[in-house]
């Protein structure tokens, strides 16, 4: 039996990078399924996409409106979550089991950095000054690149965002961490939020 769901919405993504392969998992929501007859084989769509193993992704960081500085090894791990907040039930009406539409909800952008504890500079941003909080916390931007060389490339550009949270992980001897908790914003001055743009080199023909 193939089983299909039909008028699904994407109600979230995280893109995760940490040693192994980059990954990216979907939530996804619906309000309907089928029974449908199982495809042929040549019938299948079957991706041969190339995976993309961690050290072929390059991460640049800085101040908002400032230049952006390569700083890869830094970092131990990264979490990109990107949320729809999609609501199937408020599409619900009369004379049908199943919702008519799906709603996209607020849309919330976030990263989650563990970076080595090397110096001050994140908790620095994180106050927004050397000494201690201010009232005005320093604003960052971020470049995620993919290269996946005759592939093509993914480059994701987030121009301006905001330090939530800045725990720094100290135990014994072990190596000092620190996770960098971020909130995306939008940049006001080109009414953007996010943008992603890609190269596909690859023919599967």
């Known amino acids: 039996m193939e089983q299909i769901f039909p008028g699904c919405a994407i109600n979230s993504l995280s893109f995760t990078v940490e040693k192994e392969l980059a990954?990216?998992?979907?939530?996804?929501?619906?309000?309907?399924?089928?029974?449908?007859?199982i495809k042929d084989l040549e019938d299948l769509i079957l991706l041969?996409?190339?995976?993309?193993?961690?050290?072929?992704?390059?991460?640049?960081?800085?101040?908002?409106?400032?230049?952006?500085?390569?700083?890869?090894?830094?970092?131990?791990?990264l979490n990109l979550e990107i949320a729809n907040n999609a609501d199937a039930e408020g599409g619900l009406g009369l004379n049908n089991r199943f919702p008519?539409?799906?709603?996209?909800?607020?849309?919330?952008?976030?990263?989650?950095l563990t970076l080595k504890y090397n110096d001050t500079q994140?908790?620095?941003d994180f106050w927004g000054g050397p000494t201690g909080p201010t009232e005005t916390p320093q604003e960052k931007a971020c470049k995620i690149t993919l290269n996946a060389g005759i592939y093509g490339n993914i480059v994701m550009n987030i121009p301006r965002m905001i330090i939530t949270s800045n725990p720094i992980a100290l135990s014994g001897?072990?190596?000092g961490t620190q996770t960098v908790s971020i909130r995306v914003l939008v940049n006001t001055a080109t009414d953007e939020i996010f943008e992603v743009t890609s190269t596909v080199l690859a023919d599967w023909d």
């Open 122 to 124: 994140s908790k620095e």
């Open 100 to 112: 008519c539409d799906i709603f996209s909800g607020p849309l919330d952008i976030s990263l989650e």
């Open 23 to 37: 990954m990216v998992s979907l939530d996804i929501v619906g309000g309907e399924d089928k029974k449908a007859t």
């Open 173 to 175: 001897r072990e190596r």
């Open 48 to 77: 041969e996409e190339f995976p993309m193993p961690f050290h072929d992704v390059n991460f640049e960081y800085g101040d908002f409106g400032g230049a952006l500085t390569a700083i890869p090894c830094e970092v131990d791990s």
